[in-house]
């Protein structure tokens, strides 16, 4: 059982930016791939982005390509999600969670954490 941790949300005006982070434990980080999705008020959840085992490659929903970069950290097992030029569109729950391949559906996941609110003002 993979427990996972988001943290780092909060308030930021438009333009900003911010990194949300996503702390393992419970498992071998290394072995999962990290993907990271939000949902706004209302909304589904919807797929951001995903990155490798080694953290050599990545995919990015095309709304997010170019903004957003995800990183990880093998030995901290973390994952994290950095954000710029943020627009009020962002403002949403962001998820982390962790799968065997690199998938881009939610259904490809096995562990979700709980999510972290970023708010995005005009």
């Known amino acids: 059982q993979v427990e996972l941790v988001e943290s780092g949300g909060g308030l930021v005006q438009a333009g900003g930016s911010l990194r949300v982070s996503c702390v393992a434990s419970?498992?071998?980080?290394?072995?999962?791939?990290m993907g990271w999705f939000r949902q706004a008020p209302g909304k589904k959840r919807v797929f951001v982005g995903v990155?490798?085992?080694?953290?050599?490659?990545?995919v990015y929903a095309d709304s997010m390509k170019g903004r957003f970069t995800i990183s990880r950290d093998n030995a901290k097992n973390t994952v994290y999600l950095q954000m710029s030029g943020l627009k009020p569109e962002d403002t949403a729950v962001y998820y982390c969670?962790?799968?065997?391949?690199?998938?881009?559906?939610?259904?490809?996941?096995?562990?979700w954490g709980q999510g972290t609110q970023v708010t995005v003002s005009a």
């Open positions: 969670a962790a799968a065997r391949v690199m998938a881009t559906n939610i259904g490809g996941y096995v562990y």
């Open positions: 990155i490798s085992l080694t953290g050599d490659s990545t």
């Open positions: 419970g498992g071998t980080f290394s072995t999962y791939t």
